[in-house]
Each structure stands twice: as C-alpha cells, then as structure tokens.
C-alpha cells in the first residue's frame, strides 16, 4: 500500500502521510486503539488531497455527495479532497471498514459522533511531526494527556482561524465542536459530583 501512495503524493504529501501515520499509531497505543486500522486510515487520509477540483468532483459525483450538508464544499480542495479520499480508499484500495472510512473522511473537519479512530487521525493529522505552526506544539501536549482536549482544541483552532478569514465553515466542525464541549462538561460534571 506504501509504494502504491507514494507513486499518488507528492513528495512532501507522502512524508506528511508518514508522520500522520507514526503518530496516530502512537496515540493508538496510548488509547487502545486497532492499529491496523489507524495505520490504513492514515495512510489513505490525503490520498486525493494533491487531485484537481475538477477531478474529485468527477469522482465524488454518482455518491449522492451533493445533498444539502455538503453545498457548500463545492469548490474547496481543502473540504473535497476528505470526501473524495474515502470514495478512492473505498474503490481504488478496496477498503471496506465503516471505521476507517468514515476517519478518512472527518479528517480535516472533525463532525458528530466522532468514534476512537476518527479521534486519533484528526489529532495525528494536525499534530504530526512535520507541522510547523504556532498552536501545535500545544496541540501535541494535550494529545498526550486528553485526547477529548486536544480534539477540543483543535476546533477551536480551526473555527478561530476560518472565522477571521471570514469564509465558509463546514457544519460538520461545527456540530463536532458542539458536542465535544458537552462531553467535556459532562465529564467535568460527573467528576466534581462523583
């Protein structure tokens, strides 16, 4: 599978992927996690993410993509390239398992219901060793010690960043934001009552 992305990425993309990989198997390990699974979401996570517009509407088109939640992600590489991602791990790698696609899937925008693999390949993706930002290396402690907050953190990341550009924001993150906080206060509350 390695050899068959490398020929698909970049260069920079492919050891992106690399680092997506290794830290997502060392947050599995830390949360009890499938490894071969989280391996195999991170490995196909940006598979189509070097594709042209053009291209991932092609193949996302015959999905049922184009429903109401998804409008708004038309003409953004950066939102297509997840959706698209999980149609060629799906048809391309014949990836079958629900969990690794779906991980595959909310790895840029997080969403509802988020499971343990979603969790960790949304956190290895931003907190991989290649990324260089102001933010990360927070985002790597908190991942460590509390993967809900990093996940938490990392929204809020996202949503800080996109509402000062003053463009689209899918509902997704905005939904999987939502119900983070209330787990956290859930937790929070069951702690201090308990």
């Known amino acids: 599978m390695e050899e068959r992305i490398r020929e ?4 920079k993309r492919y050891q992106h992927t690399l680092g997506v990989r290794d830290t997502a198997l060392m947050l ?5 996690c499938n490894q071969k699974k989280a391996e195999v979401a991170a490995l196909l996570h940006d598979i189509a993410r070097d594709l042209p517009v053009g291209k991932m509407v092609e193949i996302l088109e015959g999905e049922g993509f184009w429903e109401s939640e ?20 799906c048809r391309d790698f014949e990836v079958k398992d629900r969990e690794i696609l779906r991980s595959i899937e909310l790895h840029t925008t997080g969403g509802e ?7 960790i390949i949304f956190v290895a993706d931003f907190t ?3 990324r260089r930002f102001r933010g990360v290396d927070k985002a790597r402690q908190l991942a460590c010690r509390d993967l809900d907050k990093a996940v938490l953190y990392i929204y809020r990341f996202i949503l800080l960043r996109l509402l000062k550009k ?12 939502n119900e983070i906080v209330l787990e956290l206060e859930r937790r929070s509350g069951s702690k201090n009552h308990g």
């Open 166 to 177: 003053e463009v689209f924001i899918c509902q997704n993150t905005f939904l999987g934001y």
């Open 28 to 32: 599995c390990r830390q949360y009890h």
């Open 128 to 130: 991989e060793p290649g």
């Open 8 to 11: 698909i990425l970049t260069e």
């Open 70 to 89: 998804h409008r708004g992600v038309a003409h953004n590489p950066l939102l297509l390239h997840a959706h698209a991602g999980k149609v060629i791990a």
């Open 113 to 119: 219901s988020m499971g343990l693999l979603d969790k």
